[in-house]
Nanobody, 126 residues
Framework: VQLQASGGGLAQAGGSLRLSCAAS????????MGWFRQAPGKEREFVAA????????YYTDSVKGRFTISRDNAKNTVYLQMNTLKPEDTAVYYC????????????????????WGQGTQVTVSS
């Protein structure tokens, strides 16, 4: 599975950005997709996840009500709509695809995901 993330950039606090992650290759083997982010000097943290088949979504508390993850199965693409952005949302955002053998792991567990995109920078100014 190859993942190509795009859509990052600069936004003001309170603004919006939409990230996209296009998946190619053996996408049928993936059960769910996730978004993670990593700020300078910090660990990579979970943001949101979605199941390809059902559309079930899961978010970390800090983005609930502001971010929305969605998918377009026909395009093998996952989106992350980010609204009401805050300076603390500044980070490199990574999309990831899991492997069926790790379905028992939590969506927020990085080790669930076998495939990672290259990352896209999101910068929110105050």
């Amino acid at each position: 599975v190859q993942l190509q993330a795009s859509g990052g950039g600069l936004a003001q606090a309170g603004g919006s950005l939409r990230l996209s992650c296009a998946a190619s290759g053996r996408t049928v083997s993936s059960y769910a997709m996730g978004w993670f982010r990593q700020a300078p000097g910090k660990e990579r943290e979970f943001v949101a996840a979605i199941r390809w088949s059902s559309g079930f979504t899961y978010y970390t508390d800090s983005v609930k009500g502001r971010f929305t993850i969605s998918r377009d199965n026909a395009k093998n693409t996952v989106y992350l709509q980010m609204n009401t952005l805050k300076p603390e949302d500044t980070a490199v955002y990574y999309c990831a695809a899991d492997h069926p053998r790790f379905q028992y792991k939590s969506f927020s567990d990085r080790t669930r995901y076998d495939y990672w995109g290259q990352g896209t920078q999101v910068t929110v100014s105050s």
